[in-house]
T-cell receptor, first 117, second 113 residues
Framework: NAGVTQTPKFQVLKTGQSMTLQCAQDMNHNSMYWYRQDPGMGLRLIYYSASEGTTDKGEVPNGYNVSRLNKREFSLRLESAAPSQTSVYFC????????????????FGDGTRLSIL | AQSVTQPDIHITVSEGASLELRCNYSYGATPYLFWYVQSPGQGLQLLLKYFSGDTLVQGIKGFEAEFKRSQSSFNLRKPSVHWSDAAEYFCAVGATGGFKTIFGAGTRLFVKA
């Protein structure tokens, strides 16, 4: 039972380069999320997808784009990487339901550690 | 607006001692409350959750948490800490009808022998 799988696990980029972080879940969840984690700041929501076909901005969307490719996959793209985007990125999913599913826990991947030089 | 405050950035306890991690939330209605644990190099794992009913909830790994509406708190406790409990702990709140979960900044737990 894989749960939420993120690739790659580690990546080093140069300023200005682009890359896509991949996320896939095998739990048939409706909602998917991208967070970044920085020391002392907890988890900050970048984008989320409440259901297949929809995406919405979170707390810190600038510099990122997302694609909900299908129900399983939700990718995060950095078009022109900046040193301020050095962080650990987590993808999460939740079963979701009509009305949001706020009572449901999120399931997390193991993260992508991204360094931008 | 919803918010979650974890007042302690880090806590150190001796192995075998009891533990209490504090969490205060701000939310207009009865919230959905969660505690997650993150071991180094890993994602977050759910420890326990509170929706309604009994205000003392039991979770995995011997953890429990108590919801106190009057204090807007949801503190995490464990009677006897093991060295393997060293990790970062996050309190979170989910909203009725909402897609988002709001996380606290986390408390890092150190366990000394």
């Amino acid at each position: 039972n894989a749960g939420v799988t993120q690739t790659p696990k580690f990546q080093v980029l140069k300023t200005g380069q682009s890359m896509t972080l991949q996320c896939a879940q095998d739990m048939n969840h409706n909602s998917m999320y991208w967070y970044r984690q920085d020391p002392g700041m907890g988890l900050r929501l970048i984008y989320y997808s409440a259901s297949e076909g929809t995406t919405d901005k979170g707390e810190v969307p600038n510099g990122y784009n997302v694609s909900r490719l299908n129900k399983r996959e939700f990718s995060l793209r950095l078009e022109s990487a900046a040193p301020s985007q050095t962080s650990v990125y987590f993808c999460a999913s939740r079963r979701g339901a009509q009305g949001g599913g706020g009572n449901q826990p999120q399931h997390f991947g193991d993260g992508t550690r991204l360094s931008i030089l | 607006a919803q918010s979650v405050t974890q007042p302690d950035i880090h806590i150190t306890v001796s192995e075998g001692a009891s533990l209490e991690l504090r969490c205060n939330y701000s939310y207009g209605a009865t919230p959905y409350l969660f505690w997650y644990v993150q071991s180094p190099g890993q994602g977050l794992q759910l420890l326990l959750k509170y929706f309604s009913g009994d205000t003392l909830v039991q979770g995995i790994k011997g953890f429990e948490a108590e919801f106190k509406r009057s204090q807007s708190s949801f503190n995490l406790r464990k009677p006897s800490v093991h060295w393997s409990d060293a990790a970062e702990y996050f309190c979170a709140v989910g909203a009725t009808g909402g897609f988002k979960t709001i996380f606290g900044a986390g408390t890092r737990l150190f366990v000394k022998a």
